[in-house]
């Protein structure tokens, strides 16, 4: 419930950054038979506290019609960590791929685009450990795909008729499986929180 009140203070802010962001005499955004959009990626993952500065979004989607569309998205987003102690050095790395598809809402305000999305698809989380120094390196690694959806709002401020600065974030869950000692699977939910920010291009207007 708070990732939730959360998300829903932070799609209402994306709001009013896209606002004062606006030129005063902007282009209006053409509607368009489909669009393409990539850009960076910023995550934040709520149950680990841990944030991934690097990343990176694409998506496509085919427009129903002016309120509807059906899109794909794929993003990337990496964290990597070096510690040296007694000669050693350790590096530890973790990354999260997303393959996500879904229904789109979309609206305007002025010269403004606005829309919401409900995508599901898949997770990949990878992490490893290399250790060098003292003796023979080591390697580990590990790689887990499960479930994910992602509620997301966004903005397009308009830059020509065709193109437009997004600004987009997604509530990420992701299905989590753990084994107890007595052999039973249990399930919990990841809870992550990406920003988007790219260019979108329109085209079949």
């Known amino acids: 419930m708070h990732v939730m009140r959360g998300f829903a203070l932070a799609a209402g802010v994306l709001g009013l ?3 004062s962001a ?4 902007a282009a209006e955004i053409t509607p368009a038979s489909g669009e393409i959009a990539a850009g ?19 998506s496509a989607g085919a427009h129903i019609n002016e309120g509807f569309a059906v899109v794909g998205d794929i993003s990337g987003n990496y964290k990597s960590e070096t510690a040296s102690a007694g000669g050693v ?11 996500l598809a879904g229904p789109r809402m979309m609206g305007r305000a002025g010269p403004l685009a606005f829309y919401g999305q409900f995508l599901v ?20 690694s ?16 308009p ?3 065709a193109a437009a600065l997004r600004v987009g974030m997604n509530s990420r869950l992701i299905r989590s499986n753990a084994t107890a000692s007595s052999g039973v699977t ?14 979108v291009v329109r085209f079949g207007q």
């Open 17 to 19: 950054v896209a606002l």
């Open 22 to 25: 606006l030129p005063a005499r």
């Open 40 to 58: 960076y990626s910023y995550l934040k993952d709520n149950t680990g506290g841990t944030s991934f500065p690097a990343g990176w979004f694409f």
């Open 89 to 99: 050095t350790v590096t530890g790395s973790a990354k999260v791929h997303t393959f």
């Open 121 to 140: 698809g898949a997770a990949t989380v990878s992490a490893g450990v290399n250790a060098t120094g003292v003796g023979p390196s080591l390697n580990v």
């Open 142 to 157: 590990a790689s887990d795909t499960q479930f994910c959806f992602a509620p997301g709002a966004g903005v397009d401020v």
């Open 159 to 161: 830059v020509t008729s």
């Open 186 to 199: 249990s399930g919990s939910w990841a809870t992550e929180v990406q920003v988007q920010v790219g260019l």
